[in-house]
Nanobody, 122 residues
């Protein structure tokens, strides 16, 4: 199982970015997927996590209404669409996967991609 996150960059406040998480060794439709982030000097936190079966999704309060997760079953890529970005969204973002959906904490996910940096600044 491998995950490859990409799509980070520098964006102005109010802008949008779409992060990608390319998966190999498993089918994204069958796994729980989590997006996490770690800001400088802070612990990693769950941003948005979704189960595979009923699509139940957990959102961090800070991103509700702004971040959307989607899965492309044909390309086996998971996306995180981030809208109306704020400077407080600046962090390294990680995607993670697990065959079992148990929540949105680090310990709920066995497989991790490398991070991609998102910087929101004018």
């Amino acid at each position: 199982v491998q995950l490859q996150a990409s799509g980070g960059g520098l964006v102005q406040p109010g802008g949008s970015l779409r992060l990608s998480c390319a998966a190999s060794g498993f089918t994204v439709a069958d796994y729980a997927i989590g997006w996490f982030r770690q800001a400088p000097g802070k612990e990693r936190e769950g941003v948005l996590c979704q189960g595979s079966s009923d699509g139940h999704t957990i959102f961090a309060d800070a991103v509700k209404g702004r971040f959307i997760i989607s899965r492309d079953k044909q390309t086996n890529i998971v996306y995180l669409q981030m809208n109306n970005l704020k400077p407080s969204d600046t962090a390294v973002y990680y995607c993670a996967a697990d065959p079992i959906y148990a929540g949105c904490s680090d310990e709920d996910y066995a497989f991790w991609g490398q991070g991609t940096q998102v910087t929101v600044s004018s």
